[in-house]
């Protein structure tokens, strides 16, 4: 559970950088470092950090341990591309980066179809069986949010 918080608490620790996970990793294992980790964990921890991105290379892990982390860390992020992403995750990214409404929408299908092809990249058993529906409800919501977007802000599109 403790290398599980670890890496869900630092995986976007460079979420500004280029290459987010591979960055957010090398980081990650020198914050790690200054604390009571093996250096097995502190390799466990990083090789799940630098896989969590979709439609990369996934390195192998050392330990069945941490190939079992590297899936949770993966599943866990992906998870938030359903119902969450539409009620808090894109308003909260939208609000941060002051996009207007007008640049949102024209950006919204591509977005949409990225999350269409994450819905196969689970990598554990529940995240396989879980992922798909999940992000089916939050396409759901979102078609619909489009939708009204569309109708009831179409003066500023």
């Given at each position: 559970?403790?290398?599980?918080?670890?890496?869900g608490?630092?995986h976007?620790?460079?979420?500004k950088?280029?290459?987010?996970?591979?960055?957010?990793?090398?980081f990650?294992?020198?914050?790690?470092?200054?604390?009571?980790?093996?250096?097995k964990?502190?390799s466990?921890?990083?090789?799940?950090?630098?896989?969590?991105e979709?439609?990369?290379?996934?390195?192998?892990?050392?330990?069945p341990a941490?190939e079992?982390?590297?899936a949770?860390?993966?599943?866990?992020?992906?998870?938030?591309?359903?119902?969450?992403?539409?009620?808090?995750?894109?308003?909260?990214?939208?609000?941060y980066?002051n996009i207007?409404?007008?640049?949102?929408?024209?950006?919204y299908?591509?977005?949409?179809?990225?999350?269409?092809?994450?819905?196969?990249?689970?990598?554990?058993p529940?995240?396989?069986?879980?992922?798909?529906?999940?992000?089916?409800?939050?396409?759901c919501i979102?078609?619909?949010?489009?939708?009204?977007?569309?109708?009831?802000?179409a003066?500023?599109?």
């Amino acid at each position: 559970m403790r290398l599980a918080q670890c890496a869900g608490l630092l995986h976007d620790i460079k979420r500004k950088h280029k290459d987010h996970a591979k960055e957010g990793a090398v980081f990650s294992g020198k914050v790690l470092a200054q604390y009571s980790f093996s250096d097995k964990d502190i390799s466990d921890i990083c090789m799940a950090i630098e896989n969590h991105e979709a439609f990369g290379k996934i390195k192998l892990c050392k330990t069945p341990a941490g190939e079992l982390l590297s899936a949770c860390l993966y599943d866990a992020d992906k998870f938030r591309w359903g119902t969450e992403n539409f009620t808090h995750t894109v308003w909260a990214m939208v609000s941060y980066a002051n996009i207007p409404i007008n640049k949102f929408m024209d950006f919204y299908p591509k977005g949409i179809s990225f999350l269409q092809k994450i819905k196969e990249t689970f990598r554990t058993p529940t995240g396989r069986k879980y992922g798909p529906q999940f992000i089916d409800l939050g396409l759901c919501i979102g078609e619909d949010i489009y939708q009204f977007i569309k109708t009831e802000f179409a003066e500023y599109l």
